[in-house]
């Protein structure tokens, strides 16, 4: 069974400056996808990257990248120039590769609870 | 686009009664998920649905609950009788596809509190 963990209960980052959210995962498979999703006070939970565990390239969305670092079986966030609306909870999610036969559920970590100060 | 809506947003039931949870996913998704968060803990997988079949059930707790999705389109799940364990939050997800990423779009959960 593939397993997601979030060490970090919480962090603070200064608005404006980097801040770097760590996830390690556990999985036997060799292809899989791997996502970061915020949930903001407001609930609504929405997918701020992914990353496709074939791709050696790490995503980049805007002000988002990602550290993938698949024979460490980590997968760490980067916020550059960090936002008051950066504010929320972020869950590191784990997904199988499809294929017949399997399940295409999410693996969740705990979460982490970032807070920004203005 | 509507996004996926679940209703009633909160609930406060008494142990011992029942509670129906719906799920409307994004029109034209096939694929839609049930997860729960139990206070500090992870987000758990309860079930997928492709249109109206149960794909995958693996995560259901008990037989306490009973999702259904008649017609392939909005889904509910019922707890009866609800515990206080079933306390947290109940989050639909719905998807087009199984294939590639399959990325799957939230609802806003529904915060049912047991006591």
């Known amino acids: 069974a593939q397993t997601v963990t979030q060490s970090q209960p919480e962090m603070s980052v200064q608005e404006a400056e980097t801040v770097t959210l760590s996830c390690t995962y556990d999985?036997?498979?060799?292809?899989?996808?791997l996502f970061w999703y915020k949930q903001p006070p407001s609930r609504q939970m929405i997918l701020v990257i992914r990353?496709?565990?074939?791709?050696?390239q790490n995503a980049t969305e805007n002000r988002f990248s990602v550290n993938f670092q698949k024979a460490a079986k980590s997968f760490s966030l980067k916020i550059s120039d960090s936002q008051l609306g950066d504010a929320a909870m972020y869950f590191c999610?784990?997904?199988?590769?499809?294929?017949?036969?399997?399940?295409?559920?999410?693996?969740f970590g705990k979460g982490i609870t970032l807070s920004v100060r203005p | 686009e509507a996004g996926v809506t679940q209703f009633p947003s909160h609930s406060v039931i008494e142990k011992g009664q029942t509670v129906t949870l719906r799920c409307d996913p994004i029109?034209?998704?096939?694929?839609l998920y049930w997860y729960r968060r139990v206070m500090g803990k992870e987000i758990k997988f309860l079930l997928h649905?492709?249109?109206?079949?149960?794909?995958?059930e693996s995560g259901m707790p008990n037989n306490r609950f009973l999702a259904e999705r008649t017609g392939g389109t909005y889904s509910t799940l019922k707890v009866q009788p609800a515990e206080l364990e079933d306390s947290g939050v109940y989050f639909c997800?719905?998807?087009?596809?199984?294939?590639?990423?399959?990325?799957?779009?939230f609802g806003p959960g529904t915060r049912l509190t047991v006591t």
């Open positions: 997800a719905s998807s087009l596809t199984r294939q590639g990423a399959g990325e799957q779009y």
């Open positions: 999985t036997s498979e060799s292809d899989y996808y």
């Open positions: 990353q496709e565990a074939y791709k050696q």
């Open positions: 999610a784990y997904r199988n590769h499809w294929k017949e036969g399997a399940n295409s559920k999410l693996t």
């Open positions: 029109s034209g998704h096939d694929n």
């Open positions: 649905f492709v249109k109206e079949s149960k794909q995958d």
